[in-house]
């Protein structure tokens, strides 16, 4: 079984300041890890994935996440954020081996002008 | 091309009733799934389809929730009789066939029980 915890519920940040948000997670197999974002009003739309390969994944809209097998992390990572990047974040692992998500208890993502 | 598409976007019904919440899915795509997240918890897999097959349903909460899936085609999940715990966002997804393959999601139904 996987588990996945996003560390904080709510990060506030000003506009153009960077921001990390962070998802650690837990599985006896190996995995493949996502972050899903959802903005207002809208579902969920994926941001980027990590499968296999390089640990350093580049994603939509400036965003990146580095997958850290030592520390089981997968941290969200913009280095300038913009009023449109007001959203919640999902961080979600899924087992190679199945094709069911789980999903942290996502972040919320404020951005102060 | 269209998306996951799912019907209603809101309902609000009474405790005791009955309601069918529907996914058209993206065309051509054998896997669809439902999640279902309940208010300020993480978002839960309910169960997934290959094609008109259940898959995995071992989200499932408990024999008041019924999954179909007609042809492959498009779902309904219906909740009968829905209880005050029932209330929360229905996700619906579905994705192509392969392992490396992304779930598209749909905007979410918002059911409510009162």
């Known amino acids: 079984a996987q588990s996945v915890t996003q560390l904080d519920s709510q990060v506030p940040v000003f506009e153009e300041a960077p921001v990390e948000l962070r998802c650690n997670y837990s599985s006896s197999v190996s995995v493949y890890l996502f972050w899903y974002v959802q903005y207002p009003n809208q579902g969920l739309q994926l941001l980027l994935k990590y499968l296999s390969g390089s640990t350093l994944v580049k994603g939509i809209n400036g965003f990146e996440a580095e997958f850290n097998k030592s520390q089981t992390s997968f941290h969200l990572r913009k280095p300038s954020v913009h009023i449109s990047d007001t959203a919640e974040y999902f961080c979600?692992?899924?087992?190679?081996?199945?094709?069911?998500?789980?999903f942290g208890q996502g972040t919320r993502l404020t951005i102060n002008p | 091309e269209a998306g996951v598409t799912q019907f209603p976007s809101h309902s609000v019904i009474e405790k005791g009733q009955t309601v069918t919440l529907r996914c058209d899915p993206i065309?051509?795509?054998?896997?669809l799934y439902w999640y279902r997240r309940v208010m300020g918890k993480e978002i839960k897999f309910l169960l997934h389809f290959v094609k008109e097959s259940k898959q995995d349903e071992s989200g499932m909460p408990n024999n008041r929730f019924l999954a179909e899936r007609t042809g492959g085609t498009y779902s309904t999940l219906k909740v009968q009789p829905a209880e005050l715990e029932d209330s929360g966002v229905y996700f619906c997804a579905s994705s192509d066939r392969g392992g490396y393959t992304e779930a598209f999601f749909g905007q979410g139904t918002r059911l409510t029980v009162v």
């Open positions: 065309s051509g795509h054998d896997n």
């Open positions: 979600a692992v899924r087992s190679t081996g199945a094709q069911k998500l789980v």
